[in-house]
């Protein structure tokens, strides 16, 4: 569904990814862990479009999207909920949610059946749907995003550290929700420092270290691999 | 979402500018009819810098376009103020779609200093273009409006028509502000970032709001026009642009009610504090600075001291009431 294949991205004379290629299937659900800097977010960033790309190519369902402005992709079916959630504090959680919907909504056509979705999958967000978004708590704000980047109806969601700064309860509450998503059917692919909980949810993941990927496998074979134990799960 | 709010919102207007007409004074209603006026343009200014975070000091030059389309248009080609006002607001629309698709690649202070640098052009290109414009000697005689064979010759009976406009001005900047592209505006102040992660495309929000905050202050610039039927360069300069946002912000900035009331206070207090003399410019610095200070959220985040919760916090609600405006 998703190919990036030898994508490069720098920031003026950094190079922050170097011949990155990755793949994501239909139905996955992909985990992509690595340290402080390694430039997880810039990978997602590419293929949400918010960073330019210097050479490779990104493929969505066969076509390239590598030069497409990022609202022409979330048109295609690619949906973000950024780092640090980044909720419109202005606008209430229900406005918040809708607005996620000019992608692919026509005049006047009903969105109430996409809120109830979010609404069934974070009964949270229903309780304070009239609560603007600055007063929400780090977990609803978090659980908002990921409900913001669903009413885009995406086919596929990318996920930017979902459990940052958030109590252990709270980041296991939200990963139990990644988990339904998954389940659903929906193609997932999660940047996550917190390697235990992305592989967690993952069927399989990649490995970056200072721009390139270093290791790829299925979930159970990462969880094994003494690299993986010493360097990220700390056993 | 909510029809309600813009509906009352307008009929309050009217009712209370038909009840001010009949008790004011003839220097009163024309001071009136301009505060009415600069509210329509700060309504307008409200969805660039209110609610898409574009600040801009040029408004004035777009009221100053409408304004000169107008004159132009009635008194060199002849034509009637009703068909010179539609087209003078087009024509504008035309001319910042234009000039805001380069300018809108800018941001912050690099904006704020090119819509001040347009507004200086406009005004050297009106007091230059002698042929045309008539120099610093402005354009005179420009007809009146008439409604049904009556001429809005008086200043009350132009009130009317300025509050009829000013009225369903406001409605329809509520009915925007409660629609999708009103949220799309604020989403884009608030987060240019997420908003285009959601899907939003900034860039034609950002001229969409843009081109309906000019299509706002050319509208309040043909009434200018008409009302005084005689304008000149002065009264489009970067001094008035700067009067606009100071409204805006002493009213409160992201809302209508607050664009009409810093209209209405910034219009009436100089001639209300005449008597200072040369140091009004300097009790007005003081005035705006107390405002930003003690009422963050303009004259609309003003709540009664009364009504402050038992342990002093009354800045948050204060907040969300002002930016809940126009919600259910």
């Known amino acids: 569904m998703l190919a990036c294949k030898d994508l490069t991205v720098a920031y003026g004379d950094i190079v922050a990814l170097q011949s990155v290629t990755l793949e994501v299937g239909r139905g996955e659900t992909v985990a992509l862990i690595g340290a402080n800097g390694a430039g997880k977010t810039t990978l997602l960033h590419a293929i949400s479009g918010l960073n330019p790309v210097q050479s490779g190519d990104i493929m969505f369902e066969g076509t390239s999207v590598a030069r497409l402005a990022s609202d022409r992709r979330v048109a295609l079916g690619i949906a973000q909920a950024p780092e640090g959630r980044r909720i419109i504090p202005g606008l209430t959680v229900e406005e918040n949610l809708a607005l996620a919907t000019v992608s692919w909504r026509r005049w006047r056509q009903p969105i109430s059946g996409d809120l109830a979705r979010v609404f069934d999958l974070f009964p949270r967000l229903k309780e304070r749907r009239r609560q603007l978004g600055w007063s929400l708590s780090g977990g609803e704000q978090q659980m908002l995003a990921i409900g913001r980047a669903l009413m885009a109806r995406p086919r596929l969601l990318l996920l930017d550290e979902p459990s940052l700064g958030l109590a252990p309860r709270l980041a296991e509450e939200v990963y139990e929700r990644v988990r339904q998503i998954a389940d659903s059917g929906l193609t997932i692919l999660v940047v996550e420092q917190n390697t235990v909980l992305a592989l967690s949810v993952a069927d399989r993941a990649y490995v970056l270290e200072t721009g390139r990927i270093v290791l790829h496998g299925t979930a159970d074979d990462l969880k094994q691999n003494t690299r993986v134990r010493e360097a990220y799960l700390g056993r | ?328």
């Not at chain 2, 009840?19 to 969805?47: C, E, K, P, Q």
């Not at chain 2, 949220?183 to 939003?200: L, N, Q």
Request: proline share 3%.
């Open chain 2, 1 to 328: 979402m909510s029809m309600r709010f813009p509906l009352l919102l307008g009929i309050v207007i009217l009712i209370a500018g038909l009840g001010l007409s009949m008790l004011l004074t003839d220097y009163h209603l024309r001071l009136l009819n301009l505060a009415v006026i600069s509210a329509i343009a700060v309504i307008g200014l409200n969805f660039a810098f209110g609610y898409a975070g574009l600040i801009s000091l040029g408004h004035a030059a777009f009221v100053g376009t409408g304004a000169y389309g107008v004159a132009l248009l009635t008194t060199l080609l002849g034509w009637s103020p009703w068909l010179a006002l539609p087209v003078a607001v087009a024509g504008t629309a035309i001319f910042a779609v234009l000039i805001g698709l380069p300018l809108l690649r800018l941001k912050g202070h690099y904006l704020a200093l090119a819509t001040l640098g347009l507004n200086v052009s406009f005004s050297m290109v009106a007091a230059n273009w002698i042929e045309l414009t008539g120099g610093t000697n402005g354009i005179s005689r420009i007809p009146e409006l008439q409604v049904a064979g009556h001429a809005l010759a008086d200043e009350r009976s132009y009130l009317w028509f300025a509050l009829a406009v000013l009225a369903v001005s406001a409605a329809v900047a509520g009915l925007i502000h409660a629609s999708r592209h009103g949220r799309a505006m604020i989403a884009v102040r608030d987060d240019e970032t997420a908003a285009s992660m959601t899907g939003i495309d900034v860039t034609r929000v950002k001229i969409a709001a843009f081109v309906l905050s000019s299509i706002y202050a050319a509208v309040a610039g043909g009434l200018f026009a008409c009302h005084m039927r005689f304008i000149s360069p002065e009264d489009f300069s970067y001094a008035h642009s700067i009067t606009y946002l100071a409204m805006l912000i002493v009213g409160g900035e992201g809302s209508i009610v607050g664009a009409i009331l810093g209209a209405l206070l910034l219009t009436f207090l100089p001639e209300w504090l005449r008597f200072l003399g040369s140091a009004y410019l300097a009790f007005f610095g003081v005035f705006v600075l107390a405002i930003l200070v003690f009422l963050p959220s303009g004259l609309v985040g003003f709540r009664w001291p009364g009504s402050l919760r038992r342990d002093g916090r009354s800045k948050g609600p204060a907040m969300v009431a002002a930016s809940k405006e126009v919600r259910p």
